[in-house]
């Protein structure tokens, strides 16, 4: 096959598009993509510093990366969690976040939990009886990104969510109908609280094939071990189902989700705010919508000071 571009030896092949390019052009399309999106939704411009959400995965370490090339103002931050579980996860995420912070230059914050507030992920839950910790987990993660940005003077928070990981959660939120969080559900979600910050997903048009292809062009390093809370979760489930239905018909998860935003914005843009006021948490004084906010019952129920 050769390259659609410039006719030299292919390396990719983009089914969804029909398209054959060399590295050189997959790369160039995929950061053109990249400021498409941006500029689409209106997500930053160069002189906002946005933050990344890291974890040492594909996804969030290519956000920087490409980021960075395409001249945006950009950090990282890294919340070690504490999941060990014999397998060391979060130390091992945590070095391939310091090799990629040596090779590429790109500065990362780190907010270790345990070092800092004395808890882990899994203590969290432990002491809830509970088996799986994801729920908490992103309270946790979305509370520290979101409060880490606004007292850093980061006006964005940015995610590697692809397009693999926005279907998913699309058909988990069509299969219970779920209006709220379907209006939710956005590459872009401005601010609405003078302590909350922007929320930007400039992959939501590339699936998470191509995310992998451009770290493995750009020498990303990346942990490749996934969580070991993750097995069995439903959204895993949920992108094996998509998978069959993409491998049997090519631009199945594209359609899908172009057509969820242009249907957001037609019927469900009223849906966005729906009469929810923010308030104050009395407790740490982050936006919520009851009097105390889930990250601080959270930890209250834990004995944590915030
Ligand atoms: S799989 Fe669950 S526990 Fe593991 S990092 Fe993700 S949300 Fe946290
Ligand atoms: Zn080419
Ligand atoms: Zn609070």
């Known amino acids: 096959m050769k390259c659609r571009i ?3 030896n292919a390396q990719v092949h ?16 995929f950061e053109r993509e990249v400021e498409r999106a941006i500029r689409r939704h209106r997500m930053f411009d160069r002189n906002t510093p946005v933050l990344v959400a890291v974890s040492g995965g594909k996804d ?12 945006y103002n ?3 931050l890294y919340i070690h969690l504490g999941i060990h579980e014999g397998v060391g996860y979060s130390d091992l995420s945590l070095q391939k976040v310091k090799k990629f912070q040596e ?21 969290l839950v432990h002491r809830r009886r509970q088996q799986v910790p994801c729920s908490q987990c992103g309270t946790v993660k979305r509370y520290w990104m979101n409060r880490y940005a606004v007292e850093h003077g980061f006006p964005v928070v940015v995610t590697g969510h692809n397009l693999d990981d926005e279907v998913a959660t699309l058909l988990a939120n069509n299969l219970r109908w779920d209006t709220g969080y379907l209006a939710r559900q956005a590459p872009f979600l401005p601010s609405t609280h003078p302590r909350m910050a922007a929320k930007a997903k ?3 048009y590339l699936s998470e094939k191509e995310t992998a292809l451009y770290a493995l062009f750009q020498g990303i390093d990346y942990v490749r071990m996934e969580c070991p809370f993750a097995e069995g979760a439903k959204s895993i489930f949920y992108k094996e189902l998509l998978n069959r239905l993409e491998e ?3 631009g199945t998860k594209l359609r899908y989700y172009r057509e969820f935003l242009r249907f957001r914005e037609e019927v469900l843009s009223s849906h966005t705010h729906p009469g929810v006021e923010l308030r104050t948490c009395t407790v740490c004084g ?7 906010c889930a990250y601080c019952r959270l930890t209250s129920r834990v004995g944590t000071q915030v």
């Open 6 to 8: 410039c006719g030299k």
């Open 74 to 76: 950009v950090s990282g």
């Open 103 to 123: 090779t590429h230059g790109l500065p990362v914050h780190i907010l270790h939990l345990e070092q800092t507030f004395g808890y882990t992920i899994p203590a």
């Open 248 to 250: 049997r018909s090519p």
């Open 202 to 204: 400039p992959f939501v």
């Open 286 to 292: 982050m936006p919520t919508t009851l009097e105390v």
């Open 60 to 71: 969030s370490l290519a956000a920087m990366r490409v980021l960075h090339r395409l001249g």
């Open 14 to 29: 983009l089914r969804q598009h029909n398209l054959a390019l060399c590295r050189d052009h997959f790369v160039e399309r």
